[in-house]
Each structure stands twice: as structure tokens, then as C-alpha cells.
């Protein structure tokens, strides 16, 4: 498929689609607009939501309320609607800079055109960079380079976008998150689900792990999302 040709469709019920951006590796990601309001899908998997974005905002939120000042130099894995970077933005000291690692190019060019309204003016920040690189290489590539790491790059700990995510949430990868940290630095994961396993995976990679139940917001009445919250032990 020629995704700079597909038009926007009226699937009757369903939404109007958008766009369709290739996703590194395969697979391929929907933009669909409902009314005034937009989603990205994975197949049938909903993986956000304009309406819903209260738990995004708390990934950031929860971070910087812990680190506060500390909080210097930032990861994000993840553009998506911009609802992480957004939250960032707003809590962070003035002097923090924030790197934004997004693998799929065309979200970033959704986030200049049928998505600008909804991020405003969060990547015309003199602090925020845009990476077009994935997530995993910028960790394994500093070590020490940052005071939090935020990744909402699927929708748990387990690679159903892009396999390669594994990485992210494997052993020798948190391993590998918690050396790009500092000094009690936070790794800060969202998922849509809770994962018993994954919080212990965390524990075994010397992190003092903390896991928040965050409400979806809007007019999500799923269950409430779970983000963990991984302090980097010494």
C-alpha cells in the first residue's frame, strides 16, 4: 500500500480513516478521526485515544512530583497525541530538557498536521528534541544520560506493535534502562493492564518499584490503567 495516497474513508460507524503510517519492521498504524475526535489503532487494537488521555498525562506527572528539581534531562518513548511530552512540559523546572524518541515517522508528521490542534505547541519548545530513532537504541547509547526514562511506546510491558519492544521490558533490557539513569533516576512504564511478572522483572533489575492505578479520564469506563514507577537503586 502507498500509505501517502490513502484517502480518508467513511467506514460507517467505525470512524473516518485518516492515514496509515508503516510501522518499522511491519505492521501498520491507523489514524482515525471520530467527529472532533482522533484515535491510532494497531489492527483492532485501540492504542490511544484523544478523548482519554488523563493516565498519559500521569506518566509524566507522577515522575517529576518524585523528582522535582532533580529532573534535568528526560527520555520519552513515545509520541503518540503528545499527552506525556504535554504533562512534561508543564512540570518540569524550566532548565530540563526533554528528548522524545518516536520510531514510526509518520506519527510525527501527524503531530504537524491532523494532530497540531491536540499538541499544540509542545515540539516548538526551545527544551523538547525530536528523535525520529527507536527508544531502545537512545537508552543503550547513554549511559548516565538521563534523570527519567517515561516509555508508552506500546500498550503494556510486551512488544505487540513492534516485537523488537521486547527489549524494552526484558531482563537485559530494564537492565540495561537502569544504567542509562541516574542516581536515583525513574524508569516510569504505562500499560493498559497490570502484569505481576513485569513488576518483578523490575524488582530483580535493582529497582524499588512503586505501581499507580491511573483512571483512563474521558469517557473510558475500562479499567484503570497501570503505570509503574522504577527508582533506580544504588
Not at 511491519?26 to 485515544?49: S, W
Not at 544504567?179 to 516510569?188: E, F, H, I, Q
Amino acid at each position: 500500500m502507498n500509505t501517502a495516497e490513502v484517502p480518508a474513508v467513511d467506514r460507517s460507524g467505525w470512524g473516518v480513516l485518516v492515514d496509515v503510517a508503516d510501522i518499522p519492521g511491519g505492521g501498520h498504524l491507523h489514524l482515525v478521526r471520530h467527529g472532533v475526535d482522533y484515535e491510532i489503532l494497531y489492527g483492532d487494537e485501540q492504542l490511544m485515544g484523544s478523548w482519554a488521555f488523563q493516565s498519559e498525562e500521569a506518566l509524566a506527572t507522577l515522575v517529576f512530583d518524585r523528582l522535582g528539581t532533580r529532573a534535568q534531562r528526560v527520555l520519552i518513548g513515545g509520541l503518540g497525541m503528545g499527552f506525556t511530552l504535554g504533562a512534561a512540559r508543564t512540570a518540569l523546572p524550566p532548565a530540563a530538557t526533554i528528548v522524545v524518541a518516536e520510531l514510526v515517522p509518520k506519527v510525527a508528521e501527524w503531530a504537524a498536521g491532523p494532530l497540531a490542534h491536540i499538541l499544540g505547541t509542545s515540539l516548538r519548545d526551545p527544551r523538547v528534541t525530536l528523535e525520529i530513532k527507536d527508544v531502545h537504541d537512545m537508552i543503550v547509547e547513554q549511559p548516565g544520560g538521563f534523570d527519567a526514562i517515561l516509555l508508552d511506546v506500546d500498550n503494556g510491558p510486551e512488544g505487540l506493535v513492534n516485537l523488537a519492544n521486547e527489549r524494552l521490558y526484558c531482563n537485559w533490557g530494564l537492565r540495561a534502562a537502569r544504567s542509562a539513569l541516574r542516581p536515583d533516576g525513574v524508569l516510569a512504564v504505562w500499560s493498559a493492564y497490570p502484569d505481576d511478572d513485569f513488576t518483578a522483572r523490575l524488582a530483580k533489575a535493582g529497582f524499588e518499584v512503586e505501581v499507580a492505578r491511573v483512571e483512563a479520564g474521558g469517557n473510558d469506563q475500562g479499567q484503570p490503567h497501570t503505570i509503574w514507577l522504577a527508582t533506580r537503586l544504588e
